[in-house]
């Protein structure tokens, strides 16, 4: 089945870094999600993207619509130990679809 | 504020046996889901009912059944449980309309000996 390519795998950083990672398919979406899933519990939505070149901020964190409608990008600023987790985009191919096709997600790691 | 309520959290079961895994939401939501995540991949889609009284197989049905029993509850079905089905089982509703973004469960885990 289909999944996007998320990258990185898996992050390790310092306590203060700003964080960034993205996700690319070969499929046009017309709306993409990032999902933030901590241990033992189910992912939690973060941020909605439903235009092509759309940013959008939610207290730190930064995401933008990828101009293709094939990528998006999430970034994290001044990251701090409660960013830890794994984090997903996920993309729908048209509005109010029931399917959701998801990426292999990003490990996250702060230290302090 | 429950959201969307999963039962069991955990549970192991023996090859072959069966197992129905619960999920009920109290948000009124028209559509819900049920999807299983293995290490290192994203979540894939089993089953999903867009509303009372359908249901739609999604990426992985093999070896799967779901009941949308009503309006609140989605139960997913291991009629004959294998190895590979070894995972952690998700279930997420959703509301009607544009922009409705789905809300998860905190999940099943399920092992297979």
């Not at chain 2, 922009?99 to 000996?113: A, E, V």
Request: glycine share 10%.
């Amino acid at each position: 089945g289909q999944q996007l390519n998320q990258s990185p795998q898996s992050m390790f950083i310092q306590e203060g870094e700003d964080v960034s990672m993205n996700c690319t398919s070969s499929s046009i979406f017309n709306t993409w999600l990032w999902y933030k899933q901590d241990p033992g519990e189910g992912p939690v939505l973060l941020i909605a993207l439903y235009k092509a070149g759309e940013l959008t901020s939610n207290g730190r964190l930064t995401a933008q619509f990828g101009i293709t409608r094939k990528d998006s990008f999430l970034n994290i600023s001044a990251s701090i130990p409660s960013d830890v987790g794994i984090y997903f985009c996920a993309g729908q191919y048209r509005y109010n679809t029931d399917k959701l096709i998801f990426g292999t997600g990003t490990r996250l790691q702060v230290f302090p | 504020n429950a959201g969307v309520t999963q039962t069991p959290k955990f549970q192991v079961l023996k090859t072959g046996q069966s197992m129905t895994l619960q999920c009920a939401q109290d948000m009124n939501h028209n559509s819900m889901y049920w999807y299983r995540q293995d290490p290192g991949m994203g979540l894939r889609l089993i089953y999903y009912s867009a509303s009372e009284g359908t249901t739609d197989k999604g990426e992985v049905p093999n070896g799967y059944n779901v009941s949308r029993l009503n309006k609140r509850e989605f139960s997913l079905r291991l009629e004959s449980a294998a190895p590979s089905q070894t995972s952690v089982y998700f279930c997420a509703s959703k509301t009607g309309g544009e922009f409705q973004p789905q809300h998860f469960g905190d999940g099943t885990r399920l092992s297979i000996l």
